[in-house]
Each structure stands twice: as C-alpha cells, then as structure tokens.
C-alpha cells in the first residue's frame, strides 16, 4: 500500500487549522502531521516534520503565507503547497504559481472544494511515483492535475467527488483486478453509475482495464488502480 501523503496545516485561525486538520486526517491517504498558526512557527515544523504538503493560509500574524513559500523554496526543502486565502488579488495568484504553488482555495470554500484538492494532489504523487519512464502524453496528464483546465474538471463531467472516492478507496484495497458487479456490490453504487466512473477513471490515467476473454460473449472488463 502506497505511504500516506504527510501534511502540515498553516493557519492564524485556532478553529479553521483544527476543522482543516481534522478533515485531513479523516482522508484516506492522508496523515496530519502537525499545525502552525503564524510563519515561525510553521517554518520550524516544516525542518522538524519533512511534510510533503503544505496547507497554507496566505494571511499570517508576522509573515505573509507568500513569503514563507518563498522561504521554502530558497532553501530547497521538498514541500508542495495548497494556498488559501480571501484574496483574489491577481499578484497573489501569479506569484504562487511562478513559485510552484500545486493549487489554490479561495474563501470561503466547503470541505468538498479541499477534497478535490486533496484528491487531485493525491493522483499527481501517485502518478509521479509510479512511471519509470516518462514521455510527453504523460507530462501533459501530470501537468492537468497540477494546473487543471476547468474544461476537463470532474465537476464538469458529472462525477460526484465522494463517489469518486468511496470507488477509489475500494480499489485501493485490492489486490486483485475486480469487474463491474464486484465494485458495485462493495461500494453500494449502480453498476451503471460504476461503469461511468471506471470509464472516466481510465481516461484519467487512474485505473488500468484488462479484457478477460471467455469461450462465448462480449469479453469482460477488469479493472485496478494503477501504481
């Protein structure tokens, strides 16, 4: 089983860093780490802890979450970064992603806008570390993760996000490739609605298909997550 993605929450707010750290560690994948509530603070977890992400409030009582990202990357250390903040000013915006921001929340936002995001950040790890080797039809499916095309967004194609995920959760306990009926009986999904996540599942470089061929019918399809 794939290790799970470490994360340290940054925020001034006592109430919304417990509430987002919470919600992370009920995520499949996930482990909190730990909570920081001002840029020092966070900066010496960040050396401490060796967390892979990094949620963000821009808004800090003695730094900016901007300059802390600044921080980070002059000094090398290996942390991707989900940046929150109320403001929509473009300067904020241009100057995380030239700093390498993975995605933005914008306030206020609910739970399911942070599990896209969790979830997105979870595909582009597991690609990443699963291909040996690399061509540019792969670049170009990591990089619709890192900076998405509203177009090709799952909203946008009719996938529910908790589907999505209970399918995934299910997929990634097993060991073995699992049909249609098996993944609907399990996850308590339709199997028509189970085909249409499959389908977009496979499209996304997600889930994997076999063909099983039998002596009579249509050959069957098998599915498991890829990595």
Known sequence: MNKSNRVLVVDDDFMIANMHGKFISSQHGYELVGTAYNYEQALSLIQELNPDL????????????????????????????ILITAAKEREIVEEGFRLGVFDYLFKPFDLDHLQNALIKYAQFKMRLSSSDQWNQESLNNLKKLRAPDPT?????????????????????????????????????????????????????????????????????RLYRLKG
């Not at 990094?54 to 970064?81: E, F, K, M």
């Not at 306990?173 to 609907?184: F, R, S, T």
């Not at 499209?203 to 994997?208: L, M, R």
């Open 152 to 220: 090709v967004n799952p909203f946008h194609k009719g996938i529910d996000m908790r589907t999505l995920e209970r399918i995934r959760q299910y997929l990634l306990g097993c060991k073995e490739l699992q049909n249609v009926d098996q993944i609907a009986q399990q996850t308590g999904v339709s199997r028509s609605t189970v085909r249409n996540y499959m389908t977009y599942l496979v499209e996304e470089h997600i889930v994997e298909e076999h063909l099983q061929y039998g002596t009579i019918g249509r050959p069957q």
């Open 54 to 81: 990094l949620l963000l409030d821009v808004y800090l009582p003695d730094h900016s979450g901007i300059d802390l990202v600044r921080t980070i990357r002059s000094r090398n250390l290996p942390c991707d970064i």
